[in-house]
């Protein structure tokens, strides 16, 4: 959850902001000097909402918007199939994301949730604290980005650009153009509708940037840092399972987990959600080396109804449980250390005839969706892991990326990438949203656009296109509306 003390500043500052900003307006003394200042830099303020405007940006928009005539017709033309092309299928992304809520809802089914396209972020919920940085960066670019494009197409068109701008609202940074409305209405609806669908198609382009940026990192990389010889453990949470004398430590690389091997984090990942779906893997002892170390134990059923023979609170030693060639179940305790060292992992005792020496696939004996897990990062001595994969996934960041020289940043490339991430991520969201068929958003003027451009002749009447936009927009912000409570639900209510 968000920390309290976070919602209480936030709260709190807003209200001092708010609070100042009506004094000095209700001042008698100081209203008009004070309103003179924020017309002079122009701010604005209301409740949770902070905007900056300013035309000191109007020369470089010109000159973009005015740069290679033909090229800009057909970026933005390709921009505003696009932008109609989204606007479509967006309501079909919303469509199935509302049904796969609403079966996750009714199934209670948690791994539902990640099979959805669309997901509400909520800081501090589902969003690490930090990663806000890169989530809050990644938001304000990702608006800039959209905004150009509506001001460059603006321009193109021969509309008049009155300035650019930034707005914080609560803590979400964002960014808007001003456009002179009589212009953009005496336009064509084809005109209008490559300046509308402007936003959303730089912003596909930004995400598609940030794709091709994050595929080709390793090569951008490389004359610094090299790829493919394993994980590098970059930073363990202090409360991991991992983190002590025979752990892992920053700069260890990880090449194997069990018999898995690991060869960059997309490896580690994969390796411990096959350890987890799949049952707990054995090793093969001898016959003689299990008679040397195994002891007399009681053996007894945990409440899960697995098998405990441990009963003297050893922080070493591990019940395991094989079967010899009687085909019945035996169970002993064993050093873990010494059993799994060196040894050949199995899954049956014929995985461990070898040289006609006798001897045993030995499997811990532990509690359910607990596994004993070899990690071998060499030089180190193996760690051994007895606890749930997915807490070690958790509890340990990694990267792929390995230094050629020591005094280079093992953080780099984790920073590059996953800004990256949060780029693509974002501004692919802000595309599809904005080109949704909902009061307030792009998707707005891009029916209202499309309609006078294809139904004029059908519905020679403008009122009447009017009502069908009107009912189209109604149907698509209920569906925006029903996927962000819904949303919200799952993700802050369950």
Partial sequence: MIPIPVVVCVLGGWCAIYLVDTLLKSSNTLKASYEDWLLTYGLSISPFRMRWQTALFNHQFYSWGR????????????????GIVAMFGSVILLGKTLMQTLTQMLTEAPKAQNDRMLQVVVPGVNLPVSQLTYFFSAT??????????????????QVRFNGFGI????????????????????????????????????????????????????????????????????????????????????????TNLQDCPVYNVEDWNSCLGDISEKSQVGYCVSAATLQQLSFPARVYRRLDGTVECCSNNSLTDICFSYSNNLDSQLYACLPARKVIEASKVCRTNIDCQKDFVPSFCVTPSLENQTRLIRVKHPPHIDMLYVGHPMHLQYTVSLSSFVPRQNFL????????????????????????????????????????????????????????????????????SALLAANVALGLWMVTAR
Avoid at 228 to 244: C, F, I, M, R, W
Wanted: with cysteine; proline share 5%.
């Fill in 67 to 82: 740069w290679k005539p033909r090229f800009l017709y057909l970026w933005f033309s390709i921009g505003m199939v696009f």
């Fill in 167 to 254: 707005f914080i609202f609560v803590v979400y940074p964002g960014a808007f153009v001003e456009l002179f409305t009589t212009h953009l209405q005496l336009i064509s609806p084809v005109q209008q509708l490559r300046i509308f669908c402007a936003g959303v198609w730089h912003n596909f382009v930004l995400g598609v940037a940030s794709f091709v940026v994050l595929f080709l990192l390793p090569a951008i990389l490389f004359p610094f840092y090299y790829t493919g010889v394993g994980a590098l453990v970059t930073e363990v949470a202090e409360d991991s399972p991992a983190n002590g004398p025979r752990g892992l430590f920053v700069g260890d690389l990880v």
């Fill in 140 to 157: 304000l670019i990702s608006g800039v980005i959209h905004e150009v494009g509506h001001g460059v197409a603006a321009i193109r068109e």
């Fill in 409 to 476: 940043s093992i953080d780099l490339p984790v920073m590059i990438e996953t800004f990256c991430k949060c780029l693509i991520s974002l501004s692919g969201a802000l595309a599809v949203i904005n080109a949704v068929p909902c009061f307030a958003l792009d998707g707005q003027w891009i029916l209202n656009s499309f309609l006078e451009a294809t139904l004029s002749s059908l519905i020679v009447e403008k009122q009447n296109r009017e009502l069908v936009g009107f009912l189209i927009l109604l149907a698509g």
